[in-house]
């Protein structure tokens, strides 16, 4: 069967799910190292949480952008990821999704979180027709997020830098032997909200 456009596509297991930031040194060392966010970290900002760790690489720009150099792996559980996904908005206005304008910006304010489904990268970091999930999460979920949800972080800026080296050389299947094994995100367990 074909991909589905819309799908989560992720590294999970029963109990958890990875999702990818970057940050700048003095957020993301302390937080790898200590496995959790420091005091230091905005509990009351939008925070960006992202699946797909190809994504992150465009995003991060393989972890070298100015304040994306420390490429995080933070595994969350699963019950506060489908928890976001289930208290979601999408991020836009979409006329087949909502009634009208103003109810999705009503629901919008209220959201503690936000999807955004973007084009998924390959390699080389182009576009592909399928899309990758930008969970943004703020108030109540940033701060669950935070102090409830985190199971593990761990720094994978080497292994960014890795995958990237191999894919300059023109190693196509070292790199792809590199990347984290990402896989449908069972759809069943929670209603994921999808541009139509």
Excluded at 44 to 72: A, C, H, N
Excluded at 73 to 85: C, K, M, N, P, Y
Excluded at 161 to 183: I, K, S, W
Aim: proline share 7%; with cysteine; glycine share 6%.
């Amino acid at each position: 069967m074909p991909e589905p456009k819309h799908r989560v596509r992720a590294l999970h297991t029963d109990s958890t799910i990875t999702v990818y930031q970057a940050y700048g040194p003095t957020i993301g060392l302390p937080t790898a190292r200590d496995g959790r966010f420091p005091e230091e970290w905005k509990r009351d900002r939008m925070t960006w949480i992202k699946p797909s760790f190809l994504w992150m690489m465009y995003r991060s720009g393989w972890g070298t952008k100015e304040g994306q150099t420390t490429v995080l792996a933070v595994e969350i559980s699963r019950t506060g990821f489908d928890w976001a996904l289930d208290n979601a908005c999408l991020s836009h206005y979409v006329p087949s999704v909502h009634p009208d304008r103003a109810s999705w910006k009503r629901e919008l304010k209220r959201a503690p979180a936000r999807v955004q489904w973007d084009p998924e990268r390959d390699l080389h970091l182009k576009p592909l027709s399928s899309r990758a999930l930008q969970l943004g999460l703020t108030g109540e979920a940033a701060r669950r997020y935070a102090d409830e949800w985190t199971v593990s972080v761990r720094d994978v800026t080497p292994l960014a830098h890795r995958v990237r080296d191999a894919v300059r050389a023109g190693d196509l299947a070292a790199a792809t032997a590199l990347l984290p094994v990402e896989t449908g995100y069972p759809a069943d367990t929670v209603h994921v909200r999808a541009e139509r």
